[in-house]
């Protein structure tokens, strides 16, 4: 009798427990709760077009698999491995200057890895194995180098090459860690269902302030996945000095994102698409995730 009652105790408890965590009214925190040598691999997919007065000028497709490894959480903080492989580059114009070049560069990052330090909430701290990427990084310079001027006759823009070679290796080598966003862009944040927040967002535009507005609409009680999906818009003037004039260009930013995450902070799966629009150009660009 005693085991009996024990039992239906036990049963109970688990059963408010549930309830109380999957509250539709409650609110949830966002947070990476991984074990160490926890796996799991991911499919990217990024592509991007653009239009110039209605007509497209160009596009691009990109795919590739992230597996992903905790290699430590014993401090405060999380060591993460990313091995990135499979890679698949699409380019529409089979002229397209250097593409044999980035093929070429993908076939040497099959199997390249980054090691990375998030906090407890999920947010970037630095890299771990910089010495490692910096030698692969040089090898790969040299073979861009090389490979334009053999197969161009033309002496390399170095700065060029640098530049392909430090964003085909390193994905935080730039303002906008895009993969990193893409998946850690809910991680911190707390939320409440059918209520909307704003949560800070870096969006490599060289801006700060910017708000996302989050809206957390579904929660799976059986799945213990919640669904998000977020936004935000706004102006900023661009610069063309680049382009040999001192003029300005307003221009229109916007990003829309749709995605699931289960309750241990592992995504699900992600859509966004980040639309950056002046008055005669328009670039679109789209990153999805899913959880293999």
């Known amino acids: 009798m005693q085991v ?6 036990f049963c109970l408890f688990m059963t408010m427990n549930l309830n109380q965590s999957l509250e539709p009214d409650s ?15 991911y499919q990217f997919i990024s592509e991007s077009f653009e239009l110039f007065d209605g007509d497209t000028i160009s596009r691009n497709k990109v795919s590739y698999q992230v597996e992903m490894k905790v290699l430590d959480n014993t401090s405060n903080d999380l060591l993460l491995q990313w091995t990135y492989k499979n890679f698949v580059n699409e380019i529409s114009e089979p002229k397209h200057s250097f593409s044999d ?50 197969n161009y006759q033309v002496r390399t823009n170095s700065g060029m090459a640098l530049g392909i070679a430090k964003g085909a290796l390193n994905p935080f080598s730039s303002n906008d860690y895009d993969d990193f966003h893409t998946f850690f862009r809910l991680h911190g944040g707390s939320y409440e269902i059918n209520k909307e927040v704003e949560i800070p967002v870096s969006l490599g535009q060289n801006r700060e302030g910017e708000k996302l507005k989050v809206h957390f609409h579904e ?14 818009d706004f102006d900023l003037i661009n610069s063309n000095k680049l382009e040999g004039t001192d003029e300005t260009t307003l221009v229109n930013f916007s990003l829309k994102n749709e995605s699931k995450i289960n309750d241990a902070g592992w995504p699900i799966c992600s859509r ?15 990153r999805t995730l899913e959880l293999l």
């Open 4 to 9: 009996i009652f024990f039992n239906f105790l």
């Open 219 to 232: 929660l799976n009680q059986k799945t213990n996945e919640m669904s998000f999906s977020s936004n935000c």
């Open 27 to 41: 609110k949830v925190q966002i947070l990476p709760k991984w074990e160490i040598n926890e796996e799991k691999s």
């Open 101 to 150: 070049i980035f093929g070429e560069i993908f076939d040497l990052l099959d199997g390249n890895q980054i090691q990375f330090e998030i906090d407890k909430s999920g947010a970037y701290l630095g890299l771990k194995n910089e010495e490692e990427i910096a030698e692969f990084e040089a090898n790969i310079f040299e073979k861009i180098k090389e490979h334009m001027v053999n």
């Open 272 to 286: 966004e698409e980040r639309i950056t629009s002046s008055a005669q150009k328009t670039k679109v660009e789209v």
